[in-house]
């Protein structure tokens, strides 16, 4: 009689196998981490930077439709009342909203100049900063766009 051989293959991994697994795993992770939440804060970045281009467009749509600027910005603006809730702006209620980022209170400041006079306009600072996240910020900001008439011979109104 024959006797059978049997020959069992090992299907399960070595110690080596799976350390090597779990440090690539970490290389790969340590890698893609950081760039997701630098993506994250970019996005949030770009979010702020829109949302302050929306308030200049909604105030000055405001001031045309109404024929008046109010001292409160978020009674002009749902971009404002957005930047509020989130803790990203802090209105004055004199004609001034601050923009917080990167850790600075003041990292954009818009308001508007000569409010009760016929040439009124919105305006937007630019504070020196040392903060890296805050200058990138303004950097989002197109200077072009600013001063915007609000009143006077730039703006029209229809009767």
């Not at 890296?132 to 200077?143: A, G, W």
Request: a negative charge; hydrophobic letters at 40%.
């Amino acid at each position: 009689m024959q006797e059978k051989r049997m020959h069992t293959l090992s299907s399960a991994f070595t110690m080596i196998e799976l350390i090597f697994t779990i440090l690539i795993i970490s290389i790969v992770a340590s890698i893609a981490i950081p760039k997701l939440s630098a993506t994250r804060d970019d996005a949030k970045m770009s979010t702020v930077a829109q949302n302050i281009m929306t308030t200049a467009t909604e105030v000055a749509a405001y001031a045309v439709a109404k024929a008046r600027i109010e001292p409160s910005f978020s009674s002009m603006s749902r971009a404002t009342k957005v930047m509020i809730n989130y803790g990203q702006a802090d209105d004055t209620g004199n004609y001034e909203l601050d923009i917080k980022w990167g850790g600075e209170d003041e990292c954009i400041k818009m308001k508007v100049e000569d409010p009760d006079d016929n040439e009124a306009k919105l305006t937007v600072e630019k504070p020196n900063t040392n903060s890296n996240l805050c200058k990138r910020l303004q950097s989002l900001i197109d200077d072009s766009s600013f001063p915007l008439p609000l009143r006077g011979s730039h703006v029209l109104y229809d009767n």
